[in-house]
């Protein structure tokens, strides 16, 4: 199995270049969703937390859209945030970097706590599920009462139980790519890969298990966005 090397300079500066975009064709529309649920927040001064910020290209985003905006944004590969860092640099003083392992999340002091806001992007299943479970139960504590925490993630696929349905599905997104693959090709990239996704309902049990009253707001394929709240 394979293991994306995010603290690569090589592999960081491929993937930034080439856009996740590429294995992933409803990207846009995902984004836009989470950016929609992000601009009905409103946080009193402006900060929210991102969890796995990578190279900044979902900032670049907020920033465009939600002029207030301003966010703490970690993320466990120094070559990524340097990538975020050049890249917002001219959004001076709305970005402040964590170098920080979301697996080692419990004993980080986070600046600007609490957050009406805190999300993460297509990085949770970089990390195991017990993981995943602690990180839920920090970040309940990171949000003031009533703040939100959106997930937008990879989960877990049935390929070897319907695996002609997903073929139909991904030769329809398929179309939409400038650089196409096929399902088998798909199916043996992500079924190859070492990391964790998990599913819906997984994750859906660990966020009430937090305290979180949630539910998923979009579902398409192996990507969802979930959205919860602290109660």
Same mark, same amino acid.
């Given at each position: 199995?394979?293991?994306?090397?995010?603290?690569?300079?090589?592999?960081?500066?491929?993937?930034?270049?080439?856009?996740?975009?590429?294995?992933?064709?409803?990207?846009?529309?995902?984004?836009?969703?989470?950016?929609?649920?992000?601009?009905?927040?409103?946080?009193?001064?402006?900060?929210?937390?991102?969890?796995?910020?990578?190279?900044?290209?979902?900032?670049?985003?907020?920033?465009?859209?939600?002029?207030?905006?301003?966010?703490?944004?970690?993320?466990?590969?120094?070559?990524?945030?340097?990538?975020?860092?050049?890249?917002?640099?001219?959004?001076?003083?709305?970005?402040?970097?964590?170098?920080? @392992?979301?697996?080692?999340? !419990?004993?980080? %002091?986070?600046?600007?706590?609490?957050?009406? /806001?805190? +999300?993460?992007?297509?990085? #949770?299943?970089?990390?195991?599920?017990?993981?995943?479970?602690?990180?839920?139960?920090?970040?309940?504590?990171?949000?003031?009462?009533?703040?939100?925490?959106?997930?937008?993630?990879r989960i877990e696929p049935r390929?070897?139980?319907?695996?002609?349905?997903?073929?139909?599905?991904?030769?329809?997104?398929?179309?939409?790519?400038?650089?196409?693959?096929?399902?088998?090709?798909?199916?043996?990239?992500?079924?190859?890969? @070492?990391?964790?996704?998990? !599913?819906?309902? %997984?994750?859906?049990?660990?966020?009430?298990? /937090?305290? +979180?009253?949630?539910?998923? #707001?979009?579902?398409?394929?192996?990507?969802?966005?979930?959205?919860?709240?602290?109660?």
């Amino acid at each position: 199995m394979t293991k994306d090397a995010w603290g690569e300079e090589g592999f960081a500066k491929s993937w930034d270049a080439v856009n996740a975009a590429r294995d992933n064709p409803d990207r846009a529309n995902q984004l836009d969703i989470l950016i929609t649920l992000l601009e009905g927040v409103k946080p009193d001064d402006g900060w929210i937390l991102d969890l796995g910020a990578g190279s900044g290209q979902v900032e670049t985003l907020i920033f465009e859209r939600i002029p207030h905006a301003r966010v703490v944004c970690l993320d466990s590969s120094e070559e990524m945030l340097k990538l975020a860092s050049k890249r917002l640099s001219v959004y001076e003083g709305r970005y402040q970097p964590i170098l920080c @392992d979301m697996n080692d999340l !419990k004993e980080v %002091e986070f600046p600007r706590a609490p957050y009406s /806001a805190v +999300f993460s992007s297509q990085a #949770l299943h970089e990390i195991p599920h017990e993981s995943k479970q602690a990180v839920y139960e920090k970040v309940y504590g990171l949000l003031r009462p009533g703040g939100a925490f959106y997930i937008l993630d990879r989960i877990e696929p049935r390929f070897d139980d319907l695996p002609d349905d997903y073929e139909c599905v991904w030769n329809r997104l398929n179309r939409q790519m400038d650089a196409p693959m096929t399902f088998h090709e798909y199916r043996e990239r992500y079924g190859g890969k @070492d990391d964790y996704p998990a !599913k819906l309902d %997984e994750q859906l049990g660990w966020l009430a298990a /937090a305290g +979180f009253a949630a539910a998923p #707001l979009y579902l398409h394929y192996n990507r969802a966005l979930i959205a919860a709240r602290k109660t």
